[in-house]
């Protein structure tokens, strides 16, 4: 099983890009790599996911190393209403493991 | 609003006592998961089902149940309950058999007295 480790907080500033790392050092080779963002109250919302490299959407990027022992969230120029709480997800079939989940603070 | 709806939203009950969480996944979504968050063990897969069938158990203890319908909505049933299952539990839809770009519901939250 997946163990995965993420930061428990970080402050960011409007307008600057936020990056959040996980890591998932026994990763296994059919694993995927999904992120999840929380507000209080609320259910996750599906972020981005990724399996190797970079993959990019409308709201974030998801770059994945070589060895896919870590990946890395980055949600570029963040306001307000980026607060919450970020989940990385790794595993496949029924091993599912959620990470502990990052507290992002976005400040004026 | 993800589409999927969960009922109740609250629930309180009392120790050894039995709950049914229902839960409608997404126009279209065939499988559905339940997850269960807590404070002190944070997220966590319970089970998921696909198109009516059982397709991977996680981390759900004997107590509990699940079953998906042919209306493809799904019901966790959690008995003999205990303080330790109070909780938020969450369903999740997805379109595939294996898909972690999942939509959640609201959640029910389970407070066990």
């Known amino acids: 099983l997946a163990k995965t480790t993420q930061p428990i907080s970080m402050d960011s500033y409007e307008g600057q890009e936020v990056n959040i790392t996980c890591s998932h050092n026994?990763?296994?080779?059919?694993?995927?790599i999904t992120w999840y963002q929380q507000f209080p109250s609320q259910g996750p919302r599906f972020i981005i996911q990724?399996?190797?490299t970079k993959v990019t959407n409308e709201v974030a990027s998801l770059f994945i190393p070589a060895d896919r022992k870590s990946s890395t969230l980055s949600l570029p120029r963040v306001s307000l209403s980026d607060t919450a709480v970020y989940y990385c997800l790794v595993g496949s079939g029924n091993k599912l493991v959620f990470g502990a989940g990052t507290i992002l603070r976005v400040k004026s | 609003d993800s589409g999927v709806t969960q009922t109740p939203k609250h629930l309180i009950t009392a120790t050894g006592q039995r709950v049914t969480l229902r839960c409608s996944p997404r126009s279209g979504d065939l499988s559905v998961y339940w997850y269960q968050q807590s404070l002190d063990q944070g997220l966590q897969f319970l089970i998921q089902y696909y198109n009516g069938e059982e397709r991977a158990k996680g981390n759900i203890l004997e107590r509990f149940s699940a079953q998906q319908f042919p209306d493809l909505h799904s019901e966790l049933n959690l008995s003999s309950l205990e303080l330790g299952d109070s909780a938020l539990y969450f369903c999740?839809?997805?379109?595939?058999?294996?898909?972690?770009?999942?939509?959640f519901g609201p959640g029910t939250r389970l407070t066990v007295t």
């Open positions: 999740a839809s997805s379109t595939r058999f294996e898909s972690y770009e999942q939509y």
């Open positions: 026994n990763i296994a080779t059919n694993d995927y």
């Open positions: 990724g399996y190797k």
